[in-house]
């Protein structure tokens, strides 16, 4: 697989199609491969650019400050990529935001699926789910917790186990497992943070903003959805992706490429 030089570490990435350019970042529970659905379904009208974030997947983890925002702006620059449209999913979305705040110049759009925002604090409501539904995991046992986020958000809470396809959380818990172990390497390198933090400056975004959320994924995501659409001066709601947790794009790839689809279309035409 291509690894490319982005602020002193290589990352692992996918880059196929020709047209406008897409950079589709990964959940934090995931890697690259989340977005294998939406590789080729975009690539006949689009470049469709799929990295690994440093420390994730493919990609290396050199023991320097970095900031993940950074690391997508150097590698639209290492690219020779002036602007690109902006697809993230969970931590991806998050990340996409940042860098749309923090290098505005190199961000077309902003497409974001159960989307998290830098600053934002999860709700008592939400942890009592977490014990609801999982209860105490040992941190050290990466399987077990892997299973535990599997659990709490790929299925969701209105869900159970087996109704969601087997072979998606077989692949959900392994790509956790790899992140689980990659967030804690993270952990012993400086990590610089968007100052002030996103979820105060949503009416910043100046660009075009799609979001939604899977119907079955936790409520407080779909809330969150709602206030970027209230916020961000050029968002649109769209409504939450039925029968679909967290990782909506791998979940339910044909409703999101139509999604995605029709987004990328208007600002082509714009």
């Known amino acids: 697989m291509p690894k490319i030089d982005v602020n002193g570490a290589r990352l692992g990435y996918d880059d196929t199609g020709t047209g406008t350019p897409l ?30 974030l440093r420390g994730y997947g493919e990609s290396e983890l050199p023991q320097t400050e970095f900031a993940h925002h950074d690391d997508v702006a150097a590698l639209l620059a290492a ?26 110049e190199r961000v077309a759009g902003l497409a974001l699926f159960g989307t998290a925002v830098s600053g934002h604090e999860w709700s008592e409501e939400t942890n009592d789910l977490w014990e609801e539904l999982v209860g105490e995991v040992d941190p050290a046992d990466l399987a077990a917790n892997a299973a535990a986020e599997v659990r709490f958000w790929v299925v969701g809470p209105g869900r159970r186990p087996e109704q969601v396809d087997p072979g998606l959380l077989a ?9 689980l172990a990659a967030e804690l390497a993270l952990s012993a390198v400086d990590l610089a943070e968007l100052d002030p933090p996103a979820i105060g400056r949503l009416a910043d975004l100046r660009v075009p903003v799609l979001v939604t959320a899977g119907a079955a994924d936790v409520p407080e995501i779909s809330r969150l959805a709602d206030r970027i659409a209230a916020e961000a001066p050029y968002a649109l709601r769209h409504p939450d992706v039925p029968d679909a947790g967290h990782l909506l794009p791998l979940e339910r790839p044909e409703a999101v490429n139509r999604i995605l689809l029709d987004f990328l279309t208007g600002i082509d035409r714009a």
């Open 79 to 104: 690219l020779d990529i002036p602007r690109a449209v902006l697809v993230g999913c969970s931590f991806g979305g998050a990340v996409a935001i940042d860098t749309a705040l923090a290098h505005p």
């Open 171 to 179: 692949l959900a818990e392994e790509m956790d497992r790899r992140a």
């Open 23 to 52: 950079v589709l970042l990964h959940a934090g529970i995931a890697d690259r491969r989340m977005w294998r659905e939406q590789l080729l379904a975009l690539a006949d009208r689009h470049r469709v650019i799929v990295p690994d």
